[in-house]
């Protein structure tokens, strides 16, 4: 499997990108997978549904499939911080790519999304001077990027750019799972 990371601050686009360049991966045959950084306390359980009832009567894991999906849903007996790593090691093993949307301090290689603030929005930095495992950064407004780059850089738009590199540079976002673990 290949793993790639998108980073950036909240609203820059990182979701967007991602929901876009799915299908594109899927068009040239890959198995997409995504893992996500969820901050906070979050929920894809609702109350009243049966799996919701079994959660808070106390159960640490839920699992429930159909013909179309299945879920697991683990209950942290205490705060648990995992790492991208551990994620990654959850994903089914056929799987292609896995897009990996947040973890902005991994050691995974990745696309920085890049946005020049609003008007009135505090000052946000760029991370792609100082971190070398950003390899290319996605951007609408690459005349205002505030450090001079060798990186390749993608108009935040430009999905199927984007999916065309990160294909022909496959190789460099093999995942090797015994460096990480």
Do not use: C
Not at 85 to 100: I, P, Q
Not at 152 to 165: E, M, Q, R, S, Y
Request: glycine share 8%; proline share 4%; no cysteine.
């Amino acid at each position: 499997m290949k793993v790639i990371g998108f980073a950036g601050f909240s609203g820059a686009g990182k979701t967007t990108l991602v929901e876009r360049l799915i299908p594109v991966l899927k068009l040239h045959g890959q198995r997409v997978s995504v893992v996500k950084h969820a901050h906070h306390k979050f929920d894809i359980d609702h109350p009243g549904k049966d799996t919701y009832r079994h959660r808070e009567a106390g159960a640490f894991e839920v699992v429930v499939a159909s013909d179309k999906r299945l879920a697991l849903i683990r209950e942290f007996e205490r705060p648990t911080q995992l790492g991208v790593h551990d994620l990654v090691a959850e994903l089914d093993d056929g799987v292609d790519w896995v897009l990996v949307e947040g973890f902005k301090h991994s050691d995974l290689f990745k696309i920085e999304i890049w946005r020049e603030p609003g008007e009135g929005e505090a000052a946000r930095p760029a991370r792609y001077a100082e971190d070398a495992h950003i390899v290319a950064i996605a951007t609408d407004t690459p005349e205002l990027l505030p450090t001079a780059t060798d990186l390749p850089v993608f108009d935040l738009n430009d999905v199927d750019g984007i999916g065309d590199w990160l294909l022909q540079n496959a190789a460099r976002f093999e995942y090797k799972m015994e460096r990480h673990g």
